[in-house]
């Protein structure tokens, strides 16, 4: 399951606050540059402390409906049980929002990137259904994510110009974006900051895009170029604080781990409201029992370079969640406390499956829910879900829209050969007894592998794909292939992810692979596009692979142990999960959190087919990624 976070239980204790701010009262020593130390400012004209409440959310990435999960939930017996609810959504979103702004004063809402791509809502609307929704929250301010540029700065015009039909004209920013003259938001919208007002008193609101990851695993215009993101940062807070403002909220699209890093090397940096890392946030001893696993605190709590304190938040994924962040400011506008909640939002019917539990187990659960104090059950705003039920009929109806025709069945097999999973096929003996698919294994399988190789070419030159056998789900019989079909081969919530490894870690991450099917875990077997060998379960361990081959524009070459390719993987792969351990070990740098979905990347493959009718055809023989199997005795 995906991450989740939860409410901080409470403020500070009394000693940790002495000693953080203690600390944060001996800061901004003598080793502080001129560079980046803020310019000296008069306080403002009524300087006097302000309590700030921040309303956050983040990746929402086009995930409009709510969805069912099951959550570790105290029954009438006395004890947890998997119970079926429901999740998020975005009119959910739209509900919290509204009643924990009506709860507080001075609230700031913020967006913090991704709102677009990896569902069909963004297929079918290009983002319009995303930005309709957005306003019925009108957010204060919404930072471009990497994903904002997937459709290149045109495709971000178009959906900057939807969020800013009618009122609300939310301001979205990006400080370290840099747009060429030819480009299609080279004379705005996006700003490096906003500002606010609250009680009088004035907010910056600063906006940052990670870097490199859009740069490099997006499709910006060529002329769009990313500064440091702690260079722009600085720069801008300096220009805030030079006009008297001494309250900065940083919304960063950068990651959690690289937001804790941000905070160290700025001065005059109070919050960060984080993305891009889909970091769920919370209290590990309340959350874990439910399922959830969060990452650190919320609020996370840091110092500036100076010594400041800092408060760092993330609101997890997919409109999961909405982060609220109480903040105090001095005089001064230096942070004295900060505590919150990151609000995990459910629905109030419980099952086991499809069945309703009984009343007094669901009494028991509205009590779980209420103690566990992250848990927040939600009824949907009712004018957000009736904007959203139009672009509901169309995503159904997209759904059963034909893509493509199959010529011939496209067959599911988990491994090749007769003996570990020969009768997996929905299709029956006409795949489970087709002689290819015993010698090569799955067609579905092996198409899935080359989509996402495509669509690793075209953002970030991939040379290799990797997918484990058991991730592809079902069959694809000939005839009418379907929207809903594609989603039905690739139903989980996975995305893409690129690896920089050297020919000896996919040797070693296939191998792996190899050993887990040797094991029994038929989903384990590998499939790639860009790559082929021979395997020979009967040989020892880390050798079962031979002959491994990597396809070039001039045909197949020997994998270069030593060579470092570039590789696209899926998020649950990349974790070392269904036996590939080696890939957890690709880690920093090395790593690239893409975020595309991974169900979208088949459909865009398909998509891209030639002709104005397409055909999905099964690849040839030699770019399948098993040539040759030898079974075990």
Same mark, same amino acid.
């Given at each position: ?105 001075n609230v700031v809402k913020i967006h913090a990137g991704d709102a677009v791509t990896g569902d069909l809502y963004f297929n079918l609307s290009n983002g319009k259904a995303d930005a309709e929704m957005m306003n019925t929250v009108c957010f204060d301010a919404f930072t471009l994510g990497n994903h904002e540029f997937d459709n290149t700065d045109s495709g971000l015009k178009t959906f900057i110009d ?28 996006? &700003?490096?900051?906003? *500002? =606010?007002?609250?009680? #009088?008193?004035?907010?910056?609101? !600063? /906006?940052? @895009?990670?870097?490199?990851? %859009? ?115 001095? &005089?001064?506008?230096? *942070? =004295?406390?900060?505590? #919150?909640?990151?609000?995990?939002? !459910? /629905?109030? @019917?419980?099952?086991?499956? %499809? ?130 079909? !594609? ?78 390719y570039s590789v696209v993987t899926i998020n649950f792969l990349a974790d070392g999960q269904d036996g590939y351990t080696t890939m957890k070990s690709v880690t920093g740098a090395r790593r690239t959190e893409v975020g595309l979905d991974y169900a979208e990347a088949f459909l865009t493959y398909v998509d891209g087919l030639p002709g104005t009718t397409k055909q999905l055809n099964k690849l040839p ?13």
């Amino acid at each position: 399951m995906a991450r989740h976070s939860k409410r901080q239980a409470g403020a500070y204790s009394l000693v940790l606050i002495s000693t953080l701010f203690s600390l944060a009262a001996c800061g901004g020593g003598d080793d502080t540059t001129a560079s980046t130390q803020p310019p000296a400012t008069a306080q403002p004209a009524e300087a006097k402390p302000l309590s700030l409440t921040l309303l956050h959310v983040n990746d929402h990435h086009s995930h409009l409906d709510a969805e069912s999960v099951k959550l570790n939930l105290m029954t009438a017996a006395g004890k947890r049980e998997a119970i079926d609810v429901e999740y998020g959504g975005f009119a959910r979103v739209t509900s919290a929002i509204q009643s924990l702004a009506s709860a507080s004063r001075n609230v700031v809402k913020i967006h913090a990137g991704d709102a677009v791509t990896g569902d069909l809502y963004f297929n079918l609307s290009n983002g319009k259904a995303d930005a309709e929704m957005m306003n019925t929250v009108c957010f204060d301010a919404f930072t471009l994510g990497n994903h904002e540029f997937d459709n290149t700065d045109s495709g971000l015009k178009t959906f900057i110009d939807y969020l800013h039909v009618g009122n609300c004209k939310t301001p979205v920013l990006s400080a370290n974006a840099k747009f060429a003259a030819t480009s299609a938001l080279a004379k705005g919208p996006v &700003k490096a900051s906003t *500002v =606010v007002e609250r009680d #009088g008193q004035k907010i910056g609101i !600063i /906006g940052l @895009t990670i870097a490199d990851k %859009t740069k490099n695993s997006s499709r910006p215009d060529a002329g769009t170029t990313f500064d440091n993101e702690a260079v722009a940062a600085q720069a801008e807070i300096n220009r805030l604080r030079a006009q008297g403002i001494n309250k900065i909220v940083i919304a960063s699209h950068v990651g959690y781990t690289g937001e804790l890093a941000l905070a160290k090397q700025l001065s005059g940096v109070d919050v960060i409201v984080g993305a891009d890392s889909h970091t769920l946030l919370g209290p590990k001893a309340t959350m874990q029992p439910l399922g959830l696993t969060p990452e650190g605190d919320y609020p996370t709590r840091t110092t500036d370079k100076d010594g400041k304190p800092v408060c760092v938040v993330q609101a997890w994924q997919y409109s999961y969640v909405v982060g609220e962040l109480k903040v105090d400011f001095d &005089k001064n506008g230096d *942070v =004295v406390n900060c505590q #919150g909640t990151p609000h995990v939002l !459910i /629905g109030d @019917t419980f099952k086991r499956g %499809t069945v309703a539990v009984s009343d007094a187990d669901a009494a028991a659960i509205r009590q779980d829910i209420a103690a566990s104090g992250v848990l927040r059950v939600t009824t949907p705003d009712t004018a957000a879900a009736a904007k959203l039920a139009g672009y509901k009929a169309d995503k159904d109806a997209l759904g059963k829209k034909v893509v493509a025709t199959a010529p011939t069945n496209l067959c599911l097999r988990r491994v090749p050969g007769t003996k570990r999973d020969a009768t997996r096929s929905t299709l029956g003996d006409v795949c489970n007894k087709d002689a290819d698919v015993i010698a090569h294994g799955g067609d579905v399988q092996q198409l899935v592998a080359q989509a996402f190789l495509e669509r690793g070419k075209a953002f970030f030159n991939a040379d290799i794909s990797i997918q484990n056998g058991g991730g592809v789900r079902v069959d694809l019989p000939a005839g009418n292939v379907t929207v809903g079909g !594609i989603y039905s081969v690739l139903p989980f919530k996975n995305t893409l992810v690129q690896l920089k490894m050297t020919g000896a870690e996919v040797k070693a991450t296939l191998e792996d692979a190899i050993a887990s099917v040797v094991a029994n875990n038929t989903g384990s077997y590998p499939y790639t596009g860009g790559l082929r060998w021979k395997v020979d379960l009967n040989q020892a361990a880390g050798s079962r692979l031979s002959q491994l081959e990597v396809k070039t524009a001039s045909g197949y070459v020997p994998l270069d142990l030593a060579k470092t390719y570039s590789v696209v993987t899926i998020n649950f792969l990349a974790d070392g999960q269904d036996g590939y351990t080696t890939m957890k070990s690709v880690t920093g740098a090395r790593r690239t959190e893409v975020g595309l979905d991974y169900a979208e990347a088949f459909l865009t493959y398909v998509d891209g087919l030639p002709g104005t009718t397409k055909q999905l055809n099964k690849l040839p023989v030699a770019d399948y990624s098993t040539q040759s199997y030898i079974e075990t005795p």
